[in-house]
């Protein structure tokens, strides 16, 4: 699908321009200052210097959404795939491939059950326990996911992002007695998805290739299971 045609009626190429600009000009900054202040979360940086920007120019936040999310979302199908270039110059050489896979398993197992567990627990309503499913997987994944087990779309969405930044957010703190890159990079990519991928980067290129790897991994495997379990269930 062509992403302008989900943009607003009478949005122009400059306004398409300005939303990426705008969008590229804080994820910049945004490393500039993860990299000079220890402990800085570079995706909320980017989210504050977002909104601030938006108030500095006095643009409405939800016309620069409308602008900005087709686009971003077309391309962060395609940033999903590119995934596999890290993967690809991983060395497995003696890495633990059967420890790893039922890491992985696990963790997939229980990113998704465990917050449809606690949405039941809540009595929460029938949609909200599906879009939960949907939680321990990237955005473009978890999308497709919740289209198959008719879980609300919006709803799905948000719940992965603000996993994702609650992940990534937390991991610094969490990680200061972790010394194994690879153990910080897997983790983040299998909490955090795409969020905690992006700061396994700013910690190594080992810590990242594993936080890819996750993610990836990951998706696979509950892509393949959970709406087959859903289906036997519902």
Not at 29 to 38: D, G, M, P, Q, V
Not at 87 to 109: E, Q, R
Not at 134 to 143: A, E, F, K, N, Q
Not at 185 to 212: D, P, V
């Amino acid at each position: 699908m062509n992403p302008l045609k989900l943009l607003p009626e009478g949005t122009t190429l400059i306004t398409v321009f300005a939303a990426i600009l705008l969008t590229l000009v804080a994820h910049i900054l945004a490393r500039i200052l993860s990299k000079k202040i220890s402990g800085l979360p570079m995706v909320i940086t980017a989210l504050v210097l977002v909104l601030v920007f938006l108030f500095i120019f006095g643009w409405d936040y939800d016309h620069y959404y409308a602008v900005a999310k087709p686009i971003f979302d077309h391309l962060l199908g395609y940033v999903t795939v590119l995934l596999a270039i890290p993967l690809a110059t991983m060395n497995l050489k003696g890495l633990p491939i059967k420890k790893l896979s039922i890491i992985v398993i696990i963790a997939s197992l229980v990113g998704a059950l465990l917050p449809m567990g606690l949405a039941y627990m809540l009595s929460l309503s029938h949609e909200t326990i599906l879009a939960f499913a949907t939680r321990s997987v990237t955005t473009p994944i978890g999308l497709s996911i919740a289209e198959i087990i008719k879980a609300p779309l919006a709803l799905a969405n948000l719940i992965i992002i603000v996993s994702g930044l609650i992940g990534g957010t937390l991991a610094k703190i969490l990680f200061r007695s972790v010394n194994d890159d690879r153990a910080k990079g897997l983790a983040l990519g299998l909490a955090a998805h795409a969020f905690g991928t992006i700061e396994a980067w700013q910690i190594s290129h080992t810590a990242g290739r594993y936080a890819a790897f996750g993610l990836a991994v990951n998706g696979l495997i509950t892509a393949v299971w959970l709406p087959i379990f859903l289906a036997s269930l519902f």
